[in-house]
T-cell receptor, first 113, second 111 residues
């Protein structure tokens, strides 16, 4: 029973490039959450999605960041024109139902040079 | 805005000692969760406490939820080096979906 999968585990980008982070939820889970963990800080909520719908994106920066969870395939967090301040660990979590336990993936560590 | 404050931020102890980590808020939470995170990995759920006053035990770990559901504690008895890690408390935000996390307690257990 595979857990939440994220890839890549590590991603290096130069300033101005695009970063695409992928998350495959646990089998049977249709709720996906993205969190960001900056160095020396706790996890901060970014966005909550269900299949084909963004439910809550109140934690996501208004510019350059977008997320999707298509009917088929993984959820994608996309960061356009990355800047050094985007360097962080990005975690995806999934749940079977809203308010149920969220299970986290291993994260993608993004480094912007 | 619901905030969770954890203390202490850092804790370094010797193997065999006992310790307590605290998670406090001025807001009421319907539940609180404790996670442990190791370097390079994602948070792993340890326990969820739901009822005010609830106490849950997981081997040498004891979790307590305050009567008013505004605070929680994690007590570790006879700590081992394998307990080293970042301990995070988290609670569901308004609407019950996203989690609000504390800043974490970095525990180091020395041999």
């Amino acid at each position: 029973n595979a857990g939440v999968m994220q890839n890549p585990r590590h991603l290096v980008r130069r300033r101005g490039q695009e970063a695409r982070l992928r998350c495959s939820p646990m089998k049977g889970h249709s709720h996906v959450y993205w969190y960001r963990q900056l160095p020396e800080e706790g996890l901060k909520f970014m966005v909550y999605l269900q299949k084909e719908n963004i439910i809550d994106e109140s934690g996501m920066p208004k510019e350059r960041f977008s997320a999707e969870f298509p009917k088929e395939g993984p959820s994608i967090l996309r960061i356009q024109q990355v800047v050094r301040g985007d360097s962080a660990a990005y975690f995806c979590a999934s749940a079977g139902q809203v308010e149920e336990t969220q299970y986290f993936g291993p994260g993608t560590r993004l480094l912007v040079l | 805005t619901q905030l969770l404050e954890q203390s202490p931020q850092f804790l370094s102890i010797q193997e065999g000692e006992n310790l307590t980590v605290y998670c406090n808020s001025s807001s009421v939470f319907s539940s609180l969760q404790w996670y442990r995170q190791e370097p390079g990995e994602g948070p792993v759920l340890l326990v969820t406490v739901v009822t005010g006053g609830e106490v849950k035990k997981l081997k040498r770990l004891t979790f307590q939820f305050g009567d008013a559901r505004k605070d929680s504690s994690l007590h570790i008895t006879a700590a081992q080096t394998g307990d080293t890690g970042l301990y995070l408390c988290a609670g569901p935000g308004l609407g019950g979906s996203r989690l609000t996390f504390g800043e974490g307690t970095q525990l180091t257990v020395n041999p």
